[in-house]
């Protein structure tokens, strides 16, 4: 920015400068405190406005209350029975009646009372002619209405009443006959409505009568104070007439008056509930009825407004010299520019053979990436396709461009998950690490990749699409499968393995005692000869059976972890199931467990183990009971169903006990986890043993109606 006035050769570049800044400041300075004063003068002009339209709607309102009640004096006195009372004052029927009229007229207008007075000053009839505080027999002579309407003129006066002590404005009218006052007819009004309407106003309205004392006001406070001192004889006269009270003492309101200049508001220092506030004040004089009424309006908001003009003013100047550095820094960069600009220039052609060669490069890259690449717009339209997503779909560029979905290489078995993966995506909420998807081949098989996209942003910084990279991961997706099945197989050598040592420690421990058992109950039967008893003799065969029996288990066991010793043959399921819950019977009177058993009809065989396989359903119900020990005995349902699915038997054993936990799920196979307090936690890791063993898979789940299931399916035998 510069001055021409300091342009002379002989002052120094720097100085001069500095004086342009001092100046430019200056002018800021005096710019800010215009803008303050200014907006102080609008918010005073407008605050002044606001102000006026409050005090011409209050004074329509006051004298509306006015008008409202004048001719309601004039129109009760026109009843003959009020004139008659007058003329007859002594005569009480008369005054019953006008009493009684008069109290009806005062609910019809809503008027504080009613009452007719004698030449004399005293009350002949009044509407409150019945109450403790009635007007009737009170002498008025020394209020000024009074004496206004006896000289036949309308009498309007603002005043505590001698008799209830409730403030209101007094009309009077003469009641005339034969051109003489033969009486006074009074209405009482009462201003307590509008008195309640000024209470909840934020800023103080006053209303103060011709002598400056305040008779209405928002601020209780000031009610019966002076605005001046009065002089000695408008003390007399107040008393006098007892216009506020006899006894009254009429104390100056705290206000300090600031008159404004060349206007007629001025403004208002006062202390309001122990808080010091300034309000914006205008006086408005109502001639007819000798009041003053006080508008106010806080001037608070003109400071506020003031001081937001100041910040404005400065923000904008220092927005200015911003400005003004910006534009003296982009002259000097302008100037850079133009010297950069020529050595571009000489650039642009050395250049554009680089772009050239960087453009085949590019594209040389984009050729030879493994990476399949697709651009897609907001529709889904694909747009741009790389030769590597070409090869790994079998599609050429020209086939997949312009195609919206459904492409033509999704697996038409998983086009619902297609279609969802793709509304994510052009919904702007794709998984940021990528998802897994199966696609199709033009040939035939099957692909699986994954899938990475992030927006496509033009130069602009516009999103005008989505770009996916694909990943083919079929190969390390089948070498994954072949890791996890590896896994299970280890895991379930691992199993076996620790099976086949308590297997063995087992057999080493048990063989001689069974053998022992079996031998001695022989002998015991053998010694009896014909002599036994019936049951002791069926006792002792169940004792060699069972004996028999748990030997055999053992070695069925130490042969399952050696696949060259099992004795696998055909068995029927439907033989297990009822063999088992025949074994069981007497743990099934003992727990009033109702079974019920369903099996298909005409189930295959399948190649095992019949004794392991007994022993596995005699764990899993053996293990339902126990769970429905704390159910009453009516509840205790066990469930044992057999279903043939596809190439293999499922065998369902389910009770209504507790359940297990869906996190438990999987820890009830593991060896030593029980929720028993007296378990080892190996039936169950057994069990899986044997089932896997044979070629199955058992899980835990938890029923729709409560308990547990046990599923196990094994394969049919070819």
């Given at each position: ?62 004298r509306g209350i006015v008008e409202k009640y004048d001719y309601l004096p004039f129109a009760a006195a026109q009843h003959p029975d009020v004139i008659s009372l007058l003329r007859e004052p002594s005569n009480a029927a008369l005054q019953a009646k006008v009493n009684d009229y008069f109290s009806r007229l005062r609910t019809e207008t809503g008027a504080a ?260 690449m697709i651009a897609r717009d907001d529709a889904g339209k694909i747009i741009y396709v790389n030769n590597a997503l070409c090869d790994m779909v079998g599609y050429t560029q020209d086939e997949l461009l312009g195609c919206l979905p459904p ?312």
């Amino acid at each position: 920015m510069t001055f021409p006035f300091f342009s002379s050769s002989h002052v120094p570049v720097s100085w001069r400068r500095y004086v342009q800044w001092g100046l430019f400041m200056l002018a800021n300075l005096v710019l800010i405190v215009c803008a303050g004063r200014w907006m102080e003068s609008r918010e005073i002009t407008t605050k002044t406005r606001a102000i006026e339209q409050t005090a011409k709607a209050q004074v329509l309102g006051l004298r509306g209350i006015v008008e409202k009640y004048d001719y309601l004096p004039f129109a009760a006195a026109q009843h003959p029975d009020v004139i008659s009372l007058l003329r007859e004052p002594s005569n009480a029927a008369l005054q019953a009646k006008v009493n009684d009229y008069f109290s009806r007229l005062r609910t019809e207008t809503g008027a504080a009372a009613l009452y007719v007075i004698g030449v004399d000053g005293v009350t002949l009839a009044a509407s409150n002619w019945n109450s403790p505080e009635s007007f009737v027999g009170q002498s008025y002579r020394q209020r000024p209405y009074f004496e206004d309407a006896l000289a036949g003129r309308t009498g309007l006066f603002y005043g505590l009443g001698l008799t209830t002590g409730t403030s209101g404005l007094f009309i009077a009218k003469p009641v005339m006959s034969q051109s003489l006052v033969i009486g006074i007819m009074v209405a009482k009004v009462s201003l307590e409505a509008l008195e309640n309407v000024w209470s909840k106003s934020t800023d103080p309205l006053v209303l103060l009568d011709r002598r400056g004392i305040v008779f209405l006001s928002s601020v209780p406070a000031w009610l019966y104070q002076s605005k001046e001192a009065l002089s000695a004889a408008d003390v007399t006269w107040l008393k006098t007439h007892s216009q506020y009270g006899a006894s009254r003492q009429f104390a100056l309101l705290p206000w300090q008056l600031e008159k404004a200049n060349k206007t007629p508001e001025f403004v208002l220092h006062t202390t309001i509930k122990d808080h010091t506030r300034s309000f914006l004040a205008t006086e408005t004089y109502l001639p007819e009825l000798g009041w003053t009424l006080i508008v106010t309006s806080d001037v608070e908001d003109v400071k506020q407004a003031k001081l937001e003009a100041l910040m404005i003013a400065s923000l904008l100047s220092v927005v200015l010299l911003l400005g003004i550095l910006y534009w003296r820094l982009h002259q000097r960069r302008l100037i850079e520019q133009q010297h950069a600009r020529r050595e571009l220039e000489q650039r642009v052609l050395e250049r554009t053979h680089d772009l050239q060669e960087a453009q085949a490069f590019r594209k040389a890259m984009e050729d030879a990436l493994l990476v399949g690449m697709i651009a897609r717009d907001d529709a889904g339209k694909i747009i741009y396709v790389n030769n590597a997503l070409c090869d790994m779909v079998g599609y050429t560029q020209d086939e997949l461009l312009g195609c919206l979905p459904p492409y033509p290489y999704w697996h038409p078995e998983e086009l619902e998950k297609h279609w969802r993966n793709n509304q994510q995506l052009l919904n702007g909420r794709s998984t940021p690490h990528g998802f897994e998807s199966r696609i199709r081949h033009r040939m035939g098989d099957d692909l699986f990749i994954m899938v990475y996209t992030a927006p496509l942003i033009d130069s602009n910084g516009t999103r005008q699409g989505w770009m996916s990279s694909i990943v083919d991961i079929t190969v390390q997706k089948q070498i994954k499968d072949r890791h996890h099945e590896q896994e299970r197989k280890l895991q379930r050598s691992a199993r076996l393995a620790s099976l086949g040592e308590m297997a063995s420690t087992l057999a080493h421990e048990l063989n001689q005692p069974l053998m022992a058992i079996s031998n001695f109950a022989l002998a015991a039967r053998a010694l009896a000869n014909d002599r036994v008893p019936p049951m002791l003799d069926a006792a002792l065969g169940d004792i060699v059976a069972q004996s028999q029996r748990a030997s055999e288990i053992v070695k069925r066991v130490r042969a399952l972890i050696n696949p060259q010793r099992r004795a696998y043959e055909l068995v029927s399921m439907q033989t297990v199931v009822t063999d088992t819950l025949a074994m069981l019977q007497h743990e099934i009177q003992q727990t009033q467990t109702v079974v019920s058993v369903e099996m298909d009809a005409a189930l295959p065989s399948i190649r095992g183990d019949g004794v392991l396989l007994q022993q596995v359903l005699i764990n899993l119900c053996q293990n339902a009971m126990q769970a429905m020990e704390s159910l009453p005995p009516s509840h205790h349902r066990l469930a044992v169903s057999l279903t043939q699915i596809e190439r293999t038997i499922q065998v369902r054993v389910a009770d209504n006990g507790p359940g297990i936990p869906p996190h438990l799920a999987e820890q009830v196979f593991h060896s030593f986890f029980t929720t028993k307090q007296d378990g080892l936690g190996l039936g169950l890791n057994i069990c899986r043993t044997v089932i896997e063993a044979h070629g199955g898979r058992i899980i835990v789940d938890h029923s729709e109606e409560g308990g547990a299931v046990f599923l196990f399916t094994l394969p049919i035998s070819q």
